[in-house]
């Protein structure tokens, strides 16, 4: 028997109210993140990747939301918590990385005094202890010089060593779950390396579990055990990293798999998807891909449910077999 | 639109000022009646009546009739009709108020123009004649031109205005605002500078002058009419406040400032006075704050003109 | 952020420069003006112009006699009125100073209060009725004449109201700190709120747009996922991110205040400060005194200026490396 996933999303369904009509940014979203897993949720922009977690630590704040379903985190229901009864578990269990970390922090407080502020709201140590810790997390996370840089204000820093210091912020109160939004899309490609493998090496230090958006295929392959794929607010493949990866099964997934550049390429171009991600203002009513999926079938004007085994679902109307053979097809162009 | 409406029918009026005076109220708004008397109902009354009360020093000018065809708001001091000096005086003050503004607009328009597009010396000059006028506080600034001015006209030149001509105070206010509005347009001209199709224009050769007469003053355009309403709105109140010192507008002739100043003295006793002309700048500068709000939501929600009102 | 202070009194230092050469170049060297008929006053014998002429060494080279007004003003201080005359001017001046501090930094007090609290209230009320209020008030304070509020604001205390609410209201003038802190207190609380009033209702409004800004910024967002209470995401973070735009505003308009609306409210309020002082002389046409009034507080208001610029980089370090 496994133990109890750490947090558990059943369902989660956000939309907006708004002149055009409710927008749909997630609609029934539902995964699990057990003890020490890195989760990775994949989507183009605006699939309703951010908004989901957003919405859960109740970080939506426009009035026209409304959200429902349930998120279970240590067993309990935070799902419509009040801010005050979210308050420690707001960086206190939960840490957050956000995508910008170039606006991520109060301008004009030194890094020191942001981190200290949050430190002592859960852990409620002196001053003086607080300031150490601080001072040592930035050490961890490879900021050099943390005794004086820790007195600097955040325009001081480069992006990556700003990223450094939200990370560092995320994980000063030992935090059972670390969310990460897109935490590398802001920063050029050899610090993207460097955060992710500090990300890792840290999530092996503090124990936690890693929930981490990205839009980037290659970010989870290289953290990922398990990962959610979102089309226009919907999940349409959870799959283990290495199921997904070796044998997707959705064509959207498939999608973004080939548009990853390989050193191995067989293609001369590089294959993209075709259109752009359907607003969620006038989703079709079957399924969200129809209008841009290769093989689409009459059946396509109904909604797919995310269906297979335990550990692979996906959401499409294609048999088994019809999938062998078109990725047969596509693995071996003539 | 509520202000603009509000607006048209101030203008209107004012500039129906000689109608009333002469058709309707049949005073002369600009010489002093202090002997007169005026039928009111089947009375006979002076238009000034000896003071009673205190030392009976002085006079108390006749109150509002509220009759339209004789002293609508009472009389002044001298016995002048205050309800035809207020339209008079709001011509005054509105033609002040806008061909200062005009004026200002376009030196900064052409200042701020020079400077950002050509940069180098022209711009290290004007930014510094920018800087030192935006330093002076406005007023000391005025009064000191106003002081030396007023009393001996300006003779530069062929140039000879004569002293307690409306034009002084219209070129000083006009003046001491010019880098209020350079300075914005200064910046945006260098951001402008920067962009895609100047430096196209540029490329392809075409002249200094063509450029900014045809891809850099369009673009300008919607910052200085969204300007130009506050600068009328601001030039009305300084030239208020400059008649108000008794350093604007000269007697004889009126502006709403100079009525304010004259019921300084009538406060207690002949309130509307001082308060109809006030009541008037209130309603035509709030009027003219809200075009410029609206203009600045329509054309260039960035606008900015000191601090953010 | 020595640096930057010093720098930027070197740099007010500069602009008092050329402003005294501005006013120095007005009042002696604008053409077709003859100086010595000016600050002689109306009417003054040839006896006294050839002295005026001797004093500020009219027919001597300008910068010469730039600097003998600079030395009758700053040095010696000994510039003298010729309307009134032998009264000398800077020690009026000085006089007078306090007065015009006491009524200028007590509206600031007033308006600076009142403003955040209703830019506070507004942003956190967003949509709510104070929000058009407040727009309507901001719209209505750039658009009344200060010295014309004073003197409704005087109507309704001394004269229409006098005999009931407002009979504790003082007549207009002044009473000294010194002489009964509760006197000048009262003389100086109407002419307080005249200004205040003028100034609060647009620093409300531009507080609310700046906090609604600041609430919808990426660093609140980190706040708010830190765990901290909404109280302290409020004041703690996003009102003093907001408050840096409030200082530099407060820097603009406390100069202009000082140069410009003062000096009316305190003809309109009878106080005898050096916005009075400056009244009287223009009705008399006193030159050096005119001269003396605008040099001193041309330079008061670059000072402050700079004092709030460096206020303005502490409250924002960003700016200390500018």
Redesign the interface.
Known sequence: MPEAPLLQVRDLTVSFATRQGALRAVDGLSFDVGQKEIVGIVGESGSGKSVAIYSM?G?VREKNATITGSVLFEGREILGLS??E???????SI??I?Q?PM???????TVGWQLV??IR??LHLPKAAARQRAIELLGQVGIPDPKSRVDR?P?EFSGGMRQRV?IA?ALSCNPRLLIADEPTTALDVTTQAQILDLMLKLQDTYDSSIVIITHDMGVIAEMAHRVVVMYAGRPVEIARELDLVRHPRHPYTWGLLDAVPRLDAKHDRLRTIRGNAVSPLNLPPGCAFAPRCDYVMDQCAQRPPLQGDADHVDACWLSDAQRVTIRQRVEQPS | MAAFGLLVVVVTACLLAPVYAHHIAHENPFTSNLNGTIRLGNKTVNVLQANTQGLGLGVTPIGPTWHFSTYFLGADSQGRDVFARLLYGGRTSLFIGFISAVICCVIASVLGLASGYFGGAVDWLISRIFDIVWAFPIYLLAISLSVVLLTSGLNIAFIHIQAGSLVLPILIIAAVFVPYVGRPIRGLVMSLKEREFIQAAIGAGASDFHILRKEILPNVMPSIIVFFPLMVAFNMLTESALSFLSIGVQPPAASWGTIINDGLDLLYTRPWVAMAPGIMIVITAGALNVLGDGFRDAFDPKAKLRGSI | MIYFIVRRFASAVLVLFAISVSVFLIFFATPGVDPAARIAGRSASAQVLAHVAREFGLNRPLPIRYWLMMEHLFIKQDLTSYVNIGVRVVPQITQAAPITLSLVIGAAVIWMIVGVLGGVVAAANQGKFIDPFIMFIGIAAVSVPAYWLGEVMNLLTQSKFHSSIFAWVPPPGYVSFTTSPSEWFLHLLFPWLTLAALYAGIYARVLRAELVNALNEDYVRTARAKGLSERRILFRHALRCSLISIVSLFGLDFGALIGGAALLTEVVFGLPGVGMLTYTSLQNLDLPVIMGCVMYGAFFVVLANAVVDVLYAYLDPRVRLA
Not at chain 1, 86 to 92: A, H, N, S, V
Not at chain 1, 103 to 109: D, S
């Open positions: 630590l970080l801010d005050k979210l308050q420690p578990i707001r960086g206190g840490g957050m956000f910008d606006t991520a922090l109060t301008p004009v407080y502020e949050q709201q859960h204000y325009h939200v912020m």
